[in-house]
Structures are given as structure tokens and as C-alpha cells.
């Protein structure tokens, strides 16, 4: 694989670590610098992760715009420069509003992703994009891997020890980039970056007059919202439910990620070969309300171990969301594409975790009339419900003829 592949790969990965990284110490270490209980712990998680998600909306159009303008190159290197020294910010913080802080800093560097993901989309060949895509998930799915695992050991040194190790990945992988990353915009392809298009609701306003986009925008959004329920309660769902420490919580997500890994950067070549685009989405969302239900009424922490790398297997729809949506724009407007894709799965990120943890402080609070720290997934079937319902009901052309 060239070097510049390894370079986006691992920017993503670093991305995904900056979510997953932080999960298996956030309970310990929002009550360490709050004083406060498990439930109000979770609360405010809810908040850091609804800021990381609202900066990753806003910024993630400007961004993959000024991409298309300026070149994939300076934006990716200034963004993890920028991110290493967040990490170190964070890892001194010793107040919820410094921590709080650090979460918007990180939303900013982490709405790269929409670049990374155009810097492929602009080397792929056209018949390769789900294939290059599902690189994109592998290494996401690795990086939630290697995240909460690095954070579960490390957690064992003290909650800000995992922030260390980031900030010197980061540092790492732009060194890296300054040496192999070549640009890709060229001047055939180059656009001049404008305001009304580089705001998350212009860009959207933008892509949706294409055909099939702004469903394809509206079931990205349902399904991110569904699966965000993983980050946003999953360490407080293990913690209630099966009394796992930081340890555990980093073990069971990395069974997720490295299944999902397997399976967006591998897997899926045979899953869309068989089923095709389409049939594979339908596919994943079918399998994912199995998946949620499944967890949801999970008898035990033995039985959870064993549905988690399970539960991976449904994690095709994203990269096959995306092929077909970068088939419809052309390469000039790859970046905004992406750029409003990365905002969609932050208006997710926004909106999940206070509706997700909301929902596991209602049913696990002292006094709650009923204890059940699963009722999260059962939300997410209903939002996969939605999404299939949405993908299935046929255009409107097709529904006047």
C-alpha cells in the first residue's frame, strides 16, 4: 500500500482513538473532577460528546471546502499539529470546563475526516470507491480499537496517562505526512471556496437539488444517530449492567472495533459484490436491529462479549452510503460531499448522546420506577426502523409514474 494511503489511514484511525480513547476513563474522571455520581457522570459525558459533535458539524463543510480550494495537504497537517496539543491540554485539565474545552478543539481537528476521505475519493477509480471507503471504516473501526484499549491500560496509570499517548501519536503521524503526503487537487480540479456553500446548511441546501442525495443525507443521519449509541453509554451500560471496570469497558469495545475493522476493510468487497450497493445497506440495517435488540436484553457480561464482534457484521451500511452518494457529485465536489457527510454524522453525534444517555439516566437513577440500563438500544431499533423505511420507499418519480 503507497505511503499517502498509510498517511489518511492513520489520520482516521487517530480521529476514531480521540472518541474511543477517552470512553473507558470518562466515567471515572468526570466524577474525579466533578465529585459527583455514576448518573450525573453520564449527563455529562452526554455534553462533552454533544460539543465534540457540534463542532465537528460546523467546521466539517468548512473544512472539506477549503480542501477543494487550498489542497488536501496543508489542511490534514495544520489539523494534526493542532490536535496533538489539544491531547496535551487535555491531559492536564483539572476541571470539567478545560475538559469541556479540549472536547471543542477536538471537534474542530477531528472534522479532517471528510478531507481524508476526499483525498481517497480523489485517488480511487471510480469502480473502487466502496472498496476505499471501507478502508476509511477499517481504520475507524481500529482506531476504536486501539482507543479504548490504549485508554482501559493505560487508565490503570491514572485517567490523563491515555491522553499522553495520543498527543504523541498525532505528533507522529504529521511528521509522517510532511515527508510522504503528495497533493491531489490540481488546478483541473480546484474550486474557489465560498461562504454559501462552506456552512453546513448551504452545503446541504447545495447537494440535496442532486438526485438521491438528501436521502442519502436523511438515512445517514438516522442510522449514525442508531449507532452512536455505543460511544454515548456504552462504559455506563457496562458499568450498570455488569459492574465492569475501565479494563473490560476497553476490551469489549475493541472486539467491536476489530470486527468492524475486519469487516469494512475486508468483508465488505464480497458483501457488495454479492448484494450490491443497495442490497448491502438494506442488509446492514436489517442486521443491526437484531444486533440492538439482542444487546439490549443481553443476559449477562459473558453473553455481551460474545455479541459485540457479532454486532460488527452489520457495520457495511456507512461505507456503502458513501459509494453511492459520491457516484451522484462529480470530482469537483468531492471535499463538499464529504465535508456535508462529516456534518450529518456530527448533527448524529450532536444529538445521540444527550438523547441516549437521557434515556440510560431515566431508567437507571435512584428511585426509577424501572431499572433497565439497555432501553438506549431499543431506541436505536426504532431510529433503524426509520432508515429502512426511508431507503426502501421509492422516489417520487418513480411513485408518479
Known amino acids: 500500500m503507497r505511503l499517502p494511503v498509510i498517511f489518511i489511514l492513520v489520520t482516521v484511525l487517530i ?66 499539529a493542532v490536535m496533538a496539543l489539544d491531547y496535551v491540554v487535555m491531559a492536564v485539565a483539572g476541571t470539567i470546563w478545560l475538559l469541556l474545552a479540549g472536547r471543542v478543539v477536538g471537534g474542530i481537528t477531528a472534522a479532517t475526516q471528510s478531507t481524508a476521505t476526499a483525498y481517497l475519493a480523489d485517488i480511487a477509480e471510480p469502480g473502487k470507491k466502496a472498496q476505499y471507503f471501507g478502508l476509511i471504516g477499517a481504520a475507524f473501526g481500529l482506531g476504536f480499537v486501539l482507543g479504548p484499549l490504549i ?92 459492574q465492569w471496570d475501565a479494563g473490560m469497558i476497553g476490551l469489549s469495545l475493541a472486539l467491536f472495533g476489530v470486527a468492524m475493522a475486519v469487516v469494512q476493510g475486508w468483508l465488505i468487497r464480497y458483501i457488495i459484490a454479492w448484494l450490491g450497493t443497495r442490497g448491502t445497506v438494506i442488509y446492514g440495517l436489517v442486521f443491526d436491529v437484531a444486533a440492538f435488540g439482542a444487546i439490549a436484553f443481553a443476559p449477562s457480561g459473558a453473553v455481551v462479549l460474545i455479541l459485540t464482534p457479532l454486532a460488527a457484521l452489520g457495520a457495511v451500511i456507512t461505507p456503502a452510503l458513501q459509494a453511492i452518494l459520491s457516484q451522484e457529485v462529480g470530482p469537483q465536489r468531492q471535499g463538499e460531499l464529504q465535508g456535508a457527510i462529516t456534518s450529518v454524522a456530527a448533527i448524529a453525534m450532536i444529538v445521540s448522546p444527550m438523547m441516549m444517555t437521557s434515556v440510560f439516566a431515566a431508567f437507571t437513577a435512584p428511585g426509577a420506577a424501572l431499572f433497565f440500563p439497555g432501553a438506549p438500544f431499543l431506541l436505536s431499533i426504532l431510529l433503524v426502523l426509520v432508515a429502512l423505511a426511508v431507503f426502501l420507499w421509492p422516489p417520487r418519480a418513480t411513485r408518479m409514474a
Not at 182 to 208: K, M, Q
Open 15 to 80: 480521529d476514531a482513538m480521540g472518541i474511543g480513547l477517552i470512553i473507558p476513563v470518562m466515567p471515572d474522571l468526570i466524577q474525579e473532577v466533578t465529585g459527583g455520581t455514576l448518573d450525573r457522570a453520564a449527563l455529562w459525558g452526554g455534553v462533552m460528546s454533544t460539543v465534540f459533535a457540534v463542532m465537528q458539524f460546523l467546521f466539517g463543510p468548512i473544512i472539506g471546502n477549503l480542501s477543494d480550494r487550498y489542497g488536501r495537504r496543508p489542511v490534514l497537517l495544520v489539523s494534526l
Open 151 to 242: 485508554g482501559g491500560l493505560l487508565g490503570e496509570f491514572g485517567t490523563r496517562a491515555p491522553f499522553w499517548a495520543a498527543a504523541a501519536l498525532a505528533a507522529l503521524n504529521g511528521i509522517l505526512g510532511w515527508f510522504v503526503l503528495r497533493e491531489t487537487v490540481t488546478d483541473d480540479i480546484r474550486r474557489p471556496f465560498e461562504w454559501r456553500r462552506a456552512n453546513p446548511l448551504g452545503a446541504f441546501r447545495s447537494l440535496g437539488q442532486l438526485p438521491g442525495v438528501g436521502r442519502g443525507l436523511v438515512i445517514f443521519l438516522l442510522y449514525n444517530i442508531a449507532f452512536n449509541v455505543y460511544p454515548s453509554v456504552w462504559a455506563y451500560f457496562g458499568q450498570a449492567s455488569f
